[in-house]
């Protein structure tokens, strides 16, 4: 299994990297046979230290965890709890829809933003920045940007994989009519799903 492990605000040490090694190869494997690989990025903001961990499978499902603590070996433990908790509780359900032969869902790549969400005026111009070519100095401020994927899947497996990681929402492109979809985590607790392409064709 490769792991890309990284500190952010601190060095980590060759003890707690082999831990958080040992830990995600136990969790993954016990499970999979094919192991996929690892993204963890541990970074300390204050007093408290906080582990993020992004397990990629070959099927192309995604495991997700976050967790924080006041010292590194605890909130290490507590994010591999977490991985191995979701493998565990969805094993039957990610056989299911990842029967051995099956391809991988294909993606495509996209750009993700954080933005700042404090500037209401330069929220209400950025429509405007993203029209022009030389707007990176207006609109709404880039906390941080990086690399995503949009993958395409049935609702189920949006569903599924929503409820595999943390996030609030998932993007996916519906496999049916290859249309972009939205899966979200409803404050009631249950999952809601926008399809632009119903309206469009009802």
Do not use: C
Not at 51 to 58: Q, S
Not at 60 to 67: D, P
Not at 74 to 93: D, F, M, P, Q, S
């Amino acid at each position: 299994m490769q792991i890309k492990i990284a500190g952010k605000n601190m060095q980590l040490g060759e003890a707690l990297q082999e831990r958080i090694s040992a830990g995600l190869e136990a969790a993954v494997t016990k499970y999979f046979d094919r192991s996929g690989d690892a993204h963890v990025t541990v970074t300390k903001e204050g007093y408290l230290f906080e582990v993020d961990l992004n397990v990629h499978l070959p099927s192309g499902i995604i495991l997700h965890a976050v967790n924080q603590g006041d010292e590194p070996y605890g909130a290490v433990e507590g994010a591999l709890g977490k991985i191995e908790k979701r493998v565990r509780r969805y094993k039957r359900r990610l056989k299911d829809h990842h029967r051995p032969g099956r391809q991988p869902m294909p993606s495509e790549p996209a750009s993700a933003f954080i933005l700042q969400a404090n500037e209401e005026e330069a929220l209400d111009e950025a429509d405007e920045a993203l029209s022009q070519e030389n707007g990176a100095d207006q609109g709404p401020l880039t906390v941080a940007e990086g690399n995503a994927s949009i993958r395409t899947m049935t609702v189920s497996e949006a569903v599924m994989q929503l409820e595999l990681g943390e996030a609030p929402a998932l993007m996916f492109r519906n496999a049916r009519h290859n249309g972009l979809n939205m899966v979200y985590r409803r404050p009631d607790g249950h999952i809601g799903w926008v399809d632009p392409g119903v309206a469009e064709t009802s």
